[in-house]
C-alpha cells in the first residue's frame, strides 16, 4: 500500500507542475507606449485605473500565432498575425464566462470566454504581415481561424470578429 501511495504522490506532483509549465505567467507592466486595449471587469492583473491596458508593444512581447483564412470581408485568404486571445487573458488574469468587445466605432459583441480555449481565436495585429491600420480594420482585430473548422464558417462566429477593437469587458 505505500508504494501505490508513492505512486499516486509522485503522479499528482508530476500533473500538477505540467499544468503549471501549461499556463503563461506574464507580469504586466504599465504601458510605456499608446494603450491600444483595455480590459475591465474581472481581470486580476491591473496596470492602470481598475484595468488591464495594453500598448502594441506589450501585445508583441506576447507570444504570436499567425494563420490564412478566408473571411467573408476579403476576396482573397488572409493572413492575420497577434497573439492569441486565451494568452492576453492569462496575461490580465482574467476570470469570468463572457467578453465584451468594443471598437472603435462602438461596434459591440459578446464572445463566450470558451471560444479563446476551444479555437485559436487571435487578437490580429497584422494582416498580410503589415500593421493594421484604423483605415484598414485596426489597431486591433479580433479574427477566429474560420477556415480551421466547419463550425466556424458562420455568421455566429462572423459577427464575435471584432475589427477595431478598443477594449473588453469581463463577466
Known amino acids: 500500500m505505500p508504494l501505490f501511495i508513492a505512486f499516486i504522490a509522485r503522479r499528482a506532483l508530476t500533473l500538477s507542475v505540467s499544468l503549471c509549465l501549461l499556463t503563461?505567467?506574464?507580469?504586466?507592466?504599465?504601458?510605456?507606449?499608446t494603450p491600444i486595449l483595455t480590459i475591465s471587469g474581472k481581470v486580476g492583473e491591473k496596470n492602470q485605473a481598475g484595468a488591464a491596458v495594453f500598448d502594441l508593444?506589450?501585445?508583441?512581447?506576447?507570444?504570436?500565432?499567425?494563420?490564412?483564412?478566408?473571411?467573408p470581408w476579403d476576396k482573397q485568404p488572409t493572413k492575420f498575425t497577434g497573439p492569441l486571445l486565451r494568452d492576453v487573458l492569462a496575461a490580465a488574469k482574467a476570470t469570468g464566462t463572457t467578453l465584451t468587445a468594443l471598437a472603435l466605432n462602438d461596434y459591440k459583441t459578446s464572445i463566450p470566454v470558451d471560444d479563446a480555449r476551444q479555437f485559436e481565436v487571435i487578437i490580429a495585429h497584422r494582416i498580410n504581415d503589415q500593421p493594421i491600420s484604423v483605415r484598414t480594420k485596426g489597431p486591433l482585430f479580433i479574427i477566429y481561424p474560420f477556415d480551421s473548422a466547419p463550425e466556424l464558417k458562420a455568421s455566429k462566429y462572423y459577427g464575435r470578429s471584432a475589427w477595431q477593437l478598443k477594449s473588453l469587458s469581463i463577466d
Not at 512581447?61 to 473571411?71: D, G, I, R, V, Y
Open 24 to 33: 503563461p505567467a506574464w507580469a504586466l507592466d504599465p504601458p510605456s507606449g
Open 57 to 71: 508593444a506589450m501585445l508583441e512581447a506576447l507570444p504570436q500565432k499567425s494563420f490564412t483564412t478566408n473571411t
